[in-house]
């Protein structure tokens, strides 16, 4: 054979071998990033039973027909909710005709249950927004006493505060609340549902409420 047969086959191999290569390789692998980034959207577009979501009678602030409904269950004594509470408090205050914030109870720490029974009582009459953010304040020993102090500052009725605080309609409320928070598979507190859809991660709250004033 001569040389330039051979250095056709040679040329041949190489090529097949450059193809192949082509051909096995396949699109650029998605990094770390682009995975977790893809991930979150998804788990953001993931939409929940609402029947566990919304409870019709749940404290509310702003409007029931906001175009952006969030739902937020919280416990009192979790220092995450409270800097959640302050941040979604803050959005509300800039987009009031747009947004509101129902607060639904999920009991991590058995402190807070009197404190949960205290902000039902003080929705009950016209007063929740106020004794919601009394309520994140340190507390050393919360209990009823604690509660009724918390009550007058904000000029409740003080006799109808006191057998609110202990009525078992209130109880059956926060009670409803825990179960629906086990049935959704909540892993704790702060847990923030925006229009139908579980925030996966917290940090995006101010992103993803802003994306949806935007599409609604």
Known sequence: MGNSGRNFIIFIAISGLVLGGIMLSGPPAQT?????????????E???DESLIYREDAPIIGNKKAKVKIIFFTDY????CKYFDKVIKELYEA????LSITVR???IHPGSEIMTQ??????????FNEADSIL?????????????EMAKSIGLDLDKFKGDLQSNEIKEKIKKDNKDAAALNLRGTPSIFINGKQLKDNRELERVINNELAVN
Do not use: W
């Open 136 to 148: 994140y304040e340190e507390f050393n020993n919360p209990d009823e006493g604690t509660m009724l």
């Open 95 to 98: 987009h009031k005709q747009d």
């Open 77 to 80: 004594t979790c220092s995450a």
């Open 46 to 48: 993931i939409v929940i």
């Open 32 to 44: 770390n990033e682009e995975n977790s980034a893809q991930s979150k959207e998804i788990a953001e």
């Open 105 to 107: 109870s999920f009991i």
């Open 118 to 127: 205290a902000a039902e009582a003080a929705y009950r009459q016209g007063k």
